[in-house]
């Protein structure tokens, strides 16, 4: 409420002090001897400070609001245990940081959660602060292993929510948590009832934004199936082009209405003569009805005529193996055909293209199989493309291998490193035996010292730590007497050594 001095102030403030002389007032209240002491100034001052002391006397006397504070609940007990001190040791020596420390932190993590252990409090902060802001380890270190409390603490920050799927999460409640989140257990979910998820974002669709669309329709190609198809047609409808886009490849990954009309439609340009030689007649005209499936009259592929580039959109609407299914041919026997045809590139990239977008492992397989002059390109993009495992990305890699006379085919620092990120685990115990037998001598020749530090510390993260003790004797000399001279020989055995004592911890 306004104090009923401000009108006499005003009025005075309009007309003047010459003309009115300002009297401070003499009210029954705090203000009275504060202005008092205003008696021996000039009329202005004696006006200008009293609009002060109204202004502060004010404020200071004004009820503090008030605010409805949700009571913390305290965390509840702890089910796991905590892990042993040596392991413990081994976390503080990776959270130094050294270059590919990221690649041990992922590693002790997957050991401390396949324990049935966890992390002890102390460190929760620490390893919170890293995960907000890196994004991909986030992503990698199972949320288990933070415990009770890292779940309890993650409430009071929502990047730390990020992390955790949290386990009060139902069907009842499962909206009002952050996408990630939402995201994370509707996955669980569709691993064991995709009929159940389909049903909770049927009712929700509606309603959520165009990102959380983007980010929960993905989850259909786990288990998908022709009980999606009438969802996944009402999405292709959406008002967002990425949805509509992810609905349709997924709609071409099945036996589905709309993967009938893409069939019948690529046979008016693509067939098979009695001889399996593969025909091409390439489009006269733009049908309209192909901007309802994303294709654009003039977004034309670098280097392809812009008919061809219709056919090439077409070809990429439907999966690989829907195609082959439907010709009744194998893969081979369509990189053969593609080969003699004078459209032999432009296919090459549709075909690829569609194995991305449909993540087609068998035919990433075939591609990587088949990528003599480029197999390292082709293994970290379409692996990565298509999502293998590492237990498929290794057999892959070790065929190549094998085939090669040349046993030294990862020698080059920079393949090297470009494989070691493409594996995301830990290397197999062959292709560390492999590493150790064909390749550690050879880099400890190397010249360039920098070149040959950069990829021993690469290789201490990757390497299997069984075959610790396996590294032969007459290199284990090599590598203390050239120690002085390579910084990253003493950083690739400590953390080899480390990673060993690390893993027996955790296993004996």
Same mark, same amino acid.
């Given at each position: 409420?306004?104090?009923?001095?401000?009108?006499?102030?005003?009025?005075h403030?309009?007309?003047?002090?010459?003309?009115?002389?300002?009297?401070?007032?003499?009210?029954?209240?705090?203000?009275? $001897?504060?202005?008092?002491?205003?008696?021996?100034?000039?009329?202005?001052a004696?006006?200008?400070a009293?609009?002060?002391?109204?202004?502060?006397?004010?404020?200071?006397? &004004?009820?503090?609001?008030?605010?409805?504070?949700v009571?913390?609940?305290?965390?509840?007990? *702890?089910?796991?245990?905590?892990?042993?001190?040596?392991a413990?040791?081994?976390?503080?020596?990776?959270?130094?940081?050294?270059?590919?420390?990221?690649?041990?932190?992922?590693?002790?993590?997957?050991?401390?959660?396949?324990?049935?252990?966890?992390? $002890?409090?102390?460190?929760?902060?620490?390893?919170?602060?890293?995960?907000?802001?890196?994004?991909?380890?986030?992503?990698?270190?199972?949320?288990?292993?933070?415990?009770?409390?890292?779940?309890?603490?993650?409430?009071?920050?929502?990047?730390?929510?990020?992390?955790?799927?949290?386990?009060?999460?139902?069907?009842?409640?499962?909206?009002?948590?952050?996408?990630t989140?939402?995201?994370?257990?509707?996955?669980?979910?569709?691993?064991?009832?995709?009929?159940?998820?389909?049903?909770?974002?049927e009712?929700?669709?509606?309603?959520?934004?165009? &990102? *959380?669309?983007?980010?929960?329709?993905?989850?259909?190609?786990?288990?998908?199936?022709?009980?999606?198809?009438?969802?996944?047609?009402?999405?292709?409808?959406?008002?967002s082009?990425?949805?509509?886009?992810?609905?349709?490849?997924?709609?071409?990954?099945i036996?589905?209405?709309?993967?009938?009309?893409?069939?019948?439609?690529?046979?008016?340009?693509?067939?098979f003569?009695?001889k399996?030689?593969?025909?091409?007649?390439?489009?006269?005209?733009?049908?309209?009805?192909?901007?309802?499936w994303?294709?654009?009259?003039?977004?034309?592929?670098?280097?392809?005529?812009?008919?061809?580039?219709?056919?090439?959109?077409?070809?990429?609407?439907?999966?690989?193996?829907?195609?082959?299914?439907?010709?009744?041919?194998?893969? *081979?026997?369509?990189?053969?055909?593609?080969?003699?045809?004078?459209?032999?590139?432009?296919?090459y990239?549709?075909?690829?293209?569609?194995?991305?977008?449909?993540?087609?492992?068998?035919?990433?397989?075939?591609?990587?199989?088949?990528?003599?002059?480029?197999?390292?390109?082709?293994?970290?993009?379409?692996?990565?493309?298509?999502?293998?495992?590492?237990?498929?990305?290794?057999?892959?890699?070790?065929?190549?291998?094998?085939?090669?006379?040349?046993k030294?085919?990862?020698?080059?620092?920079?393949?090297?490193?470009?494989?070691?990120?493409?594996?995301?685990?830990?290397?197999?115990?062959?292709?560390?035996?492999?590493?150790?037998?064909?390749?550690?001598?050879?880099?400890?020749?190397e010249?360039t010292f920098?070149?040959t530090?950069?990829?021993?510390?690469?290789?201490?993260?990757?390497?299997?730590?069984?075959?610790?003790?396996?590294?032969?004797?007459?290199?284990?000399?090599?590598?203390?007497?050239?120690?002085?001279?390579?910084?990253?020989?003493?950083?690739?055995?400590?953390?080899?050594?480390?990673?060993?004592?690390?893993?027996?911890?955790?296993?004996?």
């Amino acid at each position: 409420m306004m104090h009923p001095q401000w009108q006499t102030l005003l009025k005075h403030a309009i007309l003047g002090t010459d003309q009115q002389p300002y009297v401070p007032p003499t009210t029954e209240d705090a203000l009275t $001897p504060l202005c008092q002491q205003l008696a021996d100034r000039p009329s202005e001052a004696q006006l200008l400070a009293t609009a002060a002391l109204l202004q502060v006397y004010q404020q200071v006397g &004004k009820t503090p609001s008030k605010t409805e504070q949700v009571p913390i609940i305290a965390c509840e007990p *702890e089910l796991l245990p905590v892990c042993s001190p040596k392991a413990i040791q081994h976390l503080d020596l990776i959270l130094l940081k050294t270059r590919y420390w990221e690649d041990l932190l992922i590693e002790w993590s997957d050991l401390v959660y396949h324990a049935h252990q966890i992390v $002890p409090a102390r460190y929760l902060l620490a390893l919170f602060s890293i995960l907000e802001s890196n994004v991909a380890l986030r992503q990698r270190l199972p949320s288990a292993i933070f415990g009770k409390r890292g779940a309890w603490l993650s409430q009071f920050n929502p990047t730390w929510r990020n992390v955790f799927i949290p386990d009060e999460l139902n069907e009842e409640n499962w909206t009002s948590a952050l996408s990630t989140g939402r995201a994370k257990w509707l996955e669980k979910i569709r691993a064991t009832d995709p009929t159940k998820v389909r049903q909770l974002l049927e009712s929700t669709w509606a309603t959520e934004s165009a &990102k *959380e669309k983007q980010l929960f329709l993905p989850l259909f190609r786990q288990h998908l199936s022709l009980d999606d198809e009438a969802f996944l047609m009402k999405c292709q409808g959406d008002r967002s082009q990425l949805v509509s886009l992810i609905a349709t490849q997924l709609l071409g990954e099945i036996e589905s209405s709309f993967s009938q009309i893409i069939l019948t439609c690529i046979d008016n340009y693509l067939s098979f003569n009695t001889k399996k030689k593969l025909q091409v007649t390439l489009p006269e005209t733009f049908d309209n009805e192909w901007k309802k499936w994303g294709i654009s009259e003039k977004n034309t592929p670098y280097g392809m005529g812009e008919k061809m580039g219709w056919l090439y959109h077409l070809l990429t609407l439907i999966s690989p193996t829907m195609l082959l299914r439907h010709w009744n041919i194998n893969i *081979e026997t369509l990189f053969k055909a593609m080969k003699q045809n004078e459209f032999a590139d432009a296919l090459y990239q549709a075909l690829e293209e569609s194995v991305i977008a449909h993540q087609d492992k068998a035919g990433a397989i075939f591609f990587i199989h088949n990528s003599k002059r480029n197999f390292f390109g082709q293994f970290t993009k379409l692996a990565d493309a298509v999502n293998l495992t590492d237990s498929e990305r290794e057999t892959l890699l070790l065929t190549y291998l094998e085939k090669q006379k040349d046993k030294k085919g990862l020698l080059d620092q920079a393949t090297f490193l470009q494989v070691a990120d493409a594996i995301k685990g830990s290397f197999s115990l062959s292709l560390s035996r492999y590493v150790l037998h064909n390749l550690l001598e050879e880099w400890l020749k190397e010249q360039t010292f920098y070149y040959t530090a950069s990829i021993l510390e690469k290789a201490a993260c990757k390497l299997a730590p069984e075959t610790y003790p396996e590294i032969p004797a007459h290199l284990h000399q090599i590598l203390v007497e050239k120690m002085p001279n390579i910084s990253g020989i003493e950083l690739f055995l400590k953390h080899y050594e480390s990673r060993f004592h690390n893993l027996q911890e955790f296993t004996s």
